[in-house]
C-alpha cells in the first residue's frame, strides 16, 4: 500500500521510517513524504495512492475528501489528536476511513504548558539575552511563586488532566472546567462553572477541543469575567480564543499575560522558517510586540516519546484498515 505523507517534516521521516522497519516491516507499506499542506490546491499530489496521512493544518473539507475519493484514497490517518479540519460527514457519506491519535504522550504538552508559565512568569527568556549581553540587572524580572496560586484548567481530558497533576505538585489549587467530568480529576482539584473558575483563577490553561461550542471561549465576555492581571495560556487550538479580543485585554491590561503554542491563522506560519520572509499576518506581528507575551510555534508534542507514540498508534490504525478491523481510534 502506498501512502502520502502532507505537512511532512525531517522528523516524520525520521520517526515513520523508524516504526515501518521495527514492527511493520513485513505490512508492504510504501511511504512518501511530502512538504505541502493538502488543501484543495495540492490535493492533485494525492493521486496515486490509497490511503494519506495528514497533520493540523491540513485542509480536508468535502471538496477535498470527494476529490481523495476520487483518485482512489480509502483512508485518512491524523497523526494528530484534533480532527477539526476534516468534514467528518462528507467522509462518512463517501465511505473513508478515518482514524486519529488521540492520547500520545499527554505529558508532552502539559510539561510544554508549565515551560511556558515557568519562562512568562520569571522571564527567563529575557534574562537570558541579559546575560549574554552582560546585563545583570533584575528590574523588570520579577515574578510570582506558582505555590498557593489557583490555576483554572479548561478540558480536564488527558492532557488537561496530566497538566493539573504537574500544577498540583507545585502546591497550586486546581480548578476544572469540562461539561464531562472524570473521577481522576476530581481527585487532583475542584469542578466548578466557568463563571466560577475565570474570576478566580490566577493562570488559565486551555485543553479542549476545537468545536462551535469551544471556538472563541475566551472573548471579550469571558476577558471581562478573568481576575485582573491573571495569564492565560493555550496549548491546544489556536481558535480558542479570539486573538483581537485578547489583544485589546493585554492593552486594557485586564489580561497580565498570555502564552500560545497555538494560533488562529498559524497555518500561514508555523512549522515553516519565514525568517527571511516578510511576514504580513498584523495581528500576529501585534502580538509580538507585547513584552508579556510568549509565542511558540505549535511545538508542545514535540518530545521523542510523542513522536514515537504517534508513528505507532498512526500505522496501528492503518493496520486496522487494510486487516479491516475494529478501530477504537475510527471517527469515520
Given amino acids: 500500500m502506498k501512502i502520502a505523507f502532507f505537512s511532512a517534516q525531517p522528523y516524520d521521516r525520521r520517526f515513520f521510517d523508524q516504526a515501518l522497519q521495527r514492527d511493520f516491516a513485513d505490512a508492504g507499506l ?17 493521486q496515486g495512492f490509497e490511503a494519506i496521512c495528514v497533520f493540523v493544518n491540513d485542509q480536508l473539507d468535502a471538496g477535498v475528501l470527494a476529490t481523495l475519493k476520487g483518485y482512489g484514497v480509502s483512508a485518512i490517518l491524523l497523526r494528530c489528536a484534533g480532527f477539526n479540519n476534516v468534514d467528518l460527514d462528507a467522509a462518512k457519506r463517501l465511505d473513508l476511513f478515518v ?42 524580572l520579577l515574578g510570582f511563586n506558582l505555590h498557593g496560586k489557583t490555576v ?19 502546591g497550586c489549587r486546581v480548578l476544572g472546567f469540562d461539561p464531562f467530568q472524570t473521577e481522576a480529576f476530581k481527585a487532583l482539584g475542584e469542578y466548578v462553572t466557568l463563571e466560577q473558575l475565570l474570576p478566580v483563577a490566577d493562570i488559565v490553561s486551555l485543553h479542549c477541543p476545537l468545536l462551535d461550542s469551544t ?34 485585554a493585554l492593552k486594557s491590561r485586564q489580561l497580565g499575560a498570555l502564552a500560545i503554542d497555538v494560533y488562529e491563522q498559524e497555518s500561514q506560519l508555523f512549522f515553516q522558517d519565514r525568517s527571511g520572509d516578510h511576514i504580513d499576518d498584523e495581528v500576529f506581528l501585534r502580538l509580538t510586540t507585547f513584552s508579556n507575551v510568549l509565542i511558540t510555534g505549535h511545538q508542545g508534542f514535540f518530545t521523542r516519546e510523542a ?22 481510534n475510527r471517527l469515520a
Fill in 152 to 170: 483554572g484548567i479548561i478540558g480536564t481530558g488527558q492532557i488537561g488532566l496530566a497538566t493539573a497533576r504537574i500544577f498540583k505538585g507545585f
Fill in 99 to 140: 482514524a486519529r491519535v488521540p492520547g500520545y504522550s499527554p505529558e508532552a504538552v502539559a510539561e510544554h504548558t508549565l515551560a511556558l508559565v515557568m519562562t512568562l512568569n520569571r522571564h527567563t527568556h529575557r534574562a537570558y539575552n541579559r546575560v549574554r549581553e552582560g546585563n545583570f540587572m533584575l528590574d523588570g
Fill in 30 to 46: 510504501e511511504f512518501t513524504y511530502l512538504a505541502p499542506t493538502l488543501s484543495a490546491d495540492t490535493v492533485a499530489l494525492a
Fill in 307 to 328: 513522536l514515537e507514540q504517534i508513528a505507532q498508534v498512526t500505522l496501528e490504525n492503518l493496520r486496522c484498515f487494510t486487516e479491516r478491523v475494529a478501530c477504537e
Fill in 215 to 248: 471556538r472563541h471561549l475566551i472573548r471579550h465576555e469571558t476577558l471581562a469575567q478573568m481576575k485582573p492581571g491573571a495569564m492565560l495560556v493555550n496549548t491546544s487550538r489556536g481558535a480558542l480564543i479570539d486573538t483581537l479580543a485578547v489583544i485589546e
